[in-house]
DNA sequence: CTCATTACGTACATTTTTGTATGTATCACA
DNA sequence: TGTGATACATACAAAAATGTACGTAATGAG
């Protein structure tokens, strides 16, 4: 907003304003199962029904329709082997592997936050 | 689940296993607006019409909402002033502080994950 | 021949979220 | 007397997310 000279707290406000690539962010990762499934293939790889196991109370729709998003979004990667009954794996990405130890933060925070609040609320 | 002694993984897993810290702190910070008002309060409280005025998309009735969320939560606080016409702040609490260097690390993943996929998909 | 397994697809219903439009109280100021 | 500013509230509508129920192809096991 201020046009050209400023220092210190400039790069701050930088980031502020590019504040769609947060609010991006946000929705990569907004989906309602999504970064369960993102941290339950922190581990290494899963096939769908073992993803099904994981997160019991997903559905078989919201499970295929998430991973279908996370898979178009590129932090997983699908992988379909020619057998019967069918088999496919699901991977991080590299990039999605940067999202989990942000996602293990979320979730301290989250403890944090409960604990403080649950006296004071 | 495995039920006692298990070493290094663990901590790790438990970590992934108490994955409704996770959910949660996705479902406080996940509304369309949240981490836009969070950030532009980083830099010091404001009041309601200059938040309207700097996240220039949002409706009055969301802006309102989303802050009355917010504010139940924990993480902003809503201070009125009894003057004519109306002055109402809003500034982050600490714990509400906290969030704001996970926004930006999901920021800088966003900018990436842009970067990234602008040449690959 | 029948049944179970796997990884989905599809139609439809419900819930949640977000948006649109309009109204309100108080007082200062012209 | 009329107008504008502020920080909302409220009714209603549209859109998006999620859930429910059921179907399907291929194949090996019994």
Same mark, same amino acid.
């Given at each position: 907003?201020?046009? *050209?000279?400023?220092?210190?707290?400039?790069?701050?406000? /930088? +980031?502020?304003?590019?504040?769609?690539?947060?609010? &991006?962010a946000? %929705?990569?990762? #907004? #989906? /309602?199962?999504?970064?369960?499934?993102?941290?339950?293939?922190?581990? #290494?790889?899963?096939? &769908?029904? %073992?993803? +099904?196991?994981?997160?019991?109370?997903?559905?078989? /729709?919201?499970?295929?329709?998430?991973? /279908?998003?996370?898979?178009?979004?590129?932090?997983?990667?699908?992988t379909?082997?020619?057998?019967? =009954?069918?088999?496919?794996e &699901?991977?991080?990405? =590299? *990039?999605?592997?940067?999202?989990?130890? *942000?996602?293990?933060?979320?979730?301290?925070w #989250?403890?944090?936050?409960?604990?403080?609040?649950?006296?004071?609320?």
């Open positions: 907003m201020s046009k *050209i000279k400023e220092k210190s707290t400039n790069n701050q406000n /930088r +980031k502020f304003l590019s504040n769609c690539d947060m609010t &991006y946000v %929705e990569v990762i #907004g #989906g /309602r199962w999504k970064i369960l499934i993102l941290v339950n293939l922190a581990n #290494g790889p899963l096939r &769908y029904s %073992e993803l +099904k196991r994981k997160i019991e109370k997903v559905t078989e /729709r919201m499970l295929t329709l998430q991973l /279908r998003e996370m898979e178009s979004d590129g932090i997983v990667k699908r379909v082997f020619a057998e019967v =009954p069918p088999r496919v &699901y991977e991080i990405t =590299p *990039i999605g592997e940067k999202l989990v130890p *942000i996602c293990l933060q979320l979730s301290d #989250g403890t944090l936050h409960r604990e403080t609040t649950k006296n004071s609320l």
